[in-house]
């Protein structure tokens, strides 16, 4: 989403991964703009198709974000498919303008009481330009 162009992810990221061998990282080389990524069922859909998880009975988003120094500003959630589409996500949360650290830190989103019978877009974020190239990463995300 947004600048794509400017975006670069790598889903098999060696350096320093908080769970198992591999993390994601993450690249956006614009100093301004703002880009983006979602991961949908089934993919590349924005809610004309039937898909979806049901993950009724979780009780958070949970997953580890790091930055590349530390600093880096980024918005994560979960949702984003409206009610106007007719297969529309049943829930949505945010985390608005994490600050990362250089070291691994939990995040999480609650779900509280939540229907989420048809998560279409379980997971995603969006970072705007921070003046200067931005790097960071993500491990272990689940739904809990």
């Known amino acids: 989403m947004g600048d794509a162009k400017g975006l670069k992810f790598q889903a098999a990221c060696e350096r320093k991964p908080h769970g198992g061998k591999t993390c994601i990282r993450i690249d956006y080389s614009a100093k301004d703009g703002w880009a983006g990524v979602v ?4 993919a590349n859909d924005w809610g004309d198709k039937a898909g979806g998880w049901d993950v009724s009975g979780a009780k958070r988003l ?3 974000a790091r930055g590349e120094n530390g600093g880096e500003v980024v918005n994560f959630f979960f949702g984003v498919v409206g009610r106007d589409k007719r297969y529309h996500d049943t ?7 994490a600050t990362l650290t250089a070291e691994w830190k939990e995040y999480a989103i609650d779900l509280g009481d939540k229907d989420l019978t ?4 379980g997971f995603g974020f969006s970072l705007a330009g921070q003046g ?3 790097t960071f990463y993500l491990d272990d995300i689940r739904f809990e």
């Open 39 to 42: 991961w949908q069922s089934p």
């Open 62 to 64: 949970r997953f580890w």
């Open 91 to 97: 829930a949505s949360g945010k985390l608005d303008k």
């Open 118 to 121: 048809r998560v279409k877009t």
């Open 132 to 134: 200067a190239p931005v």
